[in-house]
């Protein structure tokens, strides 16, 4: 994807160890989130989604954690394995629902 | 599993030039929306597409832009006349109805560089 050759923070963890990878939105207002896994050479695929109304919200592997006070979001990969390797962007829906904003990402490297 | 496509991968064409960029959304779908990432930058959103009209659009999608979506099944990107800093990655995506709405799908892009 694209998204080689941003200026990405890298997060390198070992195959089996646990991530976390944060993100700051920017819209208090917004009121849904959403993780995505961009790997090289294709597009965004969705993980897991949160609503503003929650404060955590767990799929098979990965937990979202939202925090309003301080516009966090957190991103965690239980047992992390080679196949989790790519950039993870948060995104933000407008209050329509029509429009996702991205963050800057973060490359994941996972090391076997 | 239903998933978005996009034709073609790669498209190159000459600054001044028209290209028309496809999408096949996934077929229950009702939301449309196409997303750029030039290399180097984030993702960014382009417009949304609802009902057979724009329902939202950036800054970006000016008078060049266009979508449309022909028939039941395809979804187009125009660009009237192409500049350099057009060059990027086009993705589209797709969304269902209700809660589902927020979920957007994407395809695996098309790559355009304008030269």
């Known amino acids: 994807g694209e998204s080689v050759g941003l200026h990405l923070p890298t997060l390198s963890v070992q195959e089996g160890d646990n991530s976390i990878i944060n993100c700051a939105y920017s819209n208090s207002a917004s009121d849904y989130f959403i993780w995505y896994k961009q790997e090289s050479g294709k597009g965004p695929q969705f993980i897991i989604d949160i609503r503003s109304n929650m404060d955590k919200r767990q799929g098979q592997r990965v937990t979202v954690l939202l925090n309003k006070t301080v516009k966090h979001l957190s991103l965690q990969i239980a047992a992390t394995q080679p196949g989790d390797s790519a950039v993870y962007f948060c995104a933000e829906v407008d209050n329509a629902g029509n429009m996702l904003t991205f963050g800057g990402g973060t490359r994941l490297m996972v090391k076997p | 599993e239903p998933e978005v496509t996009q034709t073609p991968s790669h498209q190159v064409t000459q600054m001044g030039q028209e290209v028309i960029l496809r999408c096949v959304p996934i077929s229950n779908h009702l939301y449309f929306y196409w997303y750029r990432q030039i290399l180097g930058q984030k993702v960014e959103f382009l417009v949304s597409?609802?009902?057979?009209?724009?329902?939202?659009k950036s800054e970006i999608f000016d008078d060049q832009f266009s979508v449309e979506r022909p028939d039941g099944s395809n979804f187009t990107l125009k660009i009237r006349s192409t500049k350099l800093e057009d060059s990027a990655m086009y993705f589209c995506?797709?969304?269902?109805?209700?809660?589902?709405?927020?979920?957007?799908?994407f395809g695996p892009g098309t790559r355009l560089t304008v030269t």
């Open positions: 995506a797709s969304s269902g109805s209700g809660v589902s709405s927020y979920e957007q799908y």
């Open positions: 597409f609802y009902n057979n009209e724009i329902s939202e």
